[in-house]
């Protein structure tokens, strides 16, 4: 089945600086990837996804690209801020799958 | 992006009670909802997926009989924890799937609902 790994577990960074975080996932056929963001006590949002006839997708300060041939595809945050500190998660499925398979997670934390 | 509800959004039981959770898709049809079960600082854990009018598919290792699910119309979904213990204590969150001719079949989430044991 599928297996969707996320890196890095925890990421600090500055405000105003960008933040990256790295999915990669093992079943050829997926070609959704969703990713979400959650916030303390609460459920996931989606922010952002892709399917896998594109290579990348951006949404204002958020963007997603995919590779398909080395089965990967990140998160990119630009210009962050404070309240984009928050765990986010990434995700995968095939069309003939009714599951998101999603990655362990990765806790972003925006220093002002 | 669609709206999904739960009730409650936090519950305390003593043990050996049950616990109905209700999740509702707000501005869309559901013909399939989806039970997650997250634990601190933990990735979320499907349990089960129900479709509308059909029996719930329980992921391996989840007792069907004590996590009790019920798909009765395209918006309500409910799951019922029976006979309450303390490992059960969890963050329960429900999901539900879009579709339509312009949809790419997205999965939105509801708020959770934290439960604790005693």
């Known amino acids: 089945g599928e297996n969707v790994e996320q890196h890095p577990s925890t990421l600090s960074v500055q405000e105003g600086d960008s933040a990256v975080i790295k999915c990669t996932y093992s079943?050829?056929?997926?070609?959704?990837f969703p990713w979400y963001k959650q916030e303390l006590g609460k459920g996931p949002q989606l922010i952002i996804d892709i399917r896998s006839n594109v290579g990348e997708k951006k949404d204002q300060r958020i963007a997603v690209t995919l590779n398909k041939t080395a089965k990967h595809f990140s998160l990119h945050i630009t210009e962050t801020q404070p309240e984009d500190s928050a765990v986010y998660f990434c995700a995968a499925r095939g069309d003939s799958s009714y599951k998101l398979i999603f990655g362990s997670g990765t806790r972003l934390l925006v220093r002002p | 992006g669609a709206v999904v509800s739960q009730h409650p959004s936090w519950v305390i039981c003593k043990s050996g009670t049950s616990v109905k959770i209700e999740c509702r898709s707000l501005?869309?049809?559901?013909?399939?909802m989806f039970w997650y079960r997250q634990f601190p600082k933990q990735s979320l854990m499907l349990m089960a997926t129900s479709n509308e009018g059909s029996k719930a598919t329980y992921e391996q290792g989840v007792e069907k009989d004590k996590f009790l699910i019920n798909h009765a119309s395209l918006t309500l979904s409910t799951l019922t924890v029976t006979s309450a213990h303390p490992e059960d204590s969890s963050f329960y969150i429900c999901?539900?799937?879009?579709?339509?001719?312009?949809?790419?079949?997205?999965?939105?989430f509801g708020p959770g609902t934290r439960l604790t044991v005693l």
């Open positions: 999901s539900a799937r879009s579709y339509g001719p312009d949809s790419y079949n997205e999965q939105f």
């Open positions: 079943d050829s056929a997926s070609n959704y």
């Open positions: 501005d869309f049809q559901a013909t399939t």
